[in-house]
């Protein structure tokens, strides 16, 4: 994804994370219901990462914010 991130604008991008790792958490989610706190803890790891990819947050920021403004709720 970094290899054509420079060719794509930021709503194409935006677009392309959401096919790929939010419909996936989403598609999990009823499956994942009851699992162990470590695995949704992975989970939030990855939503986070895809987060400050596609914002170009560094990984010293808060995503909080950076989740918010994309408006995607946390896994749990």
Do not use: C
Not at 18 to 31: G, H, I
Not at 33 to 41: K, T
Request: proline residues 7%; glycine residues 2%.
């Amino acid at each position: 994804m970094r290899s054509i991130r420079p060719s794509l604008t930021p709503e194409a991008m935006l677009t392309l994370i959401q096919a790929f790792v939010s419909s996936r958490l989403d598609y999990t989610n009823s499956v994942l219901a009851g699992v162990s706190s470590q695995l949704l803890q992975k989970m939030q790891v990855i939503q986070n990462a895809a987060a400050r990819f596609v914002t170009g947050a560094m990984r010293r920021d808060h995503v909080i914010p950076v989740l918010r403004e994309l408006h995607w709720p946390p896994v749990r």
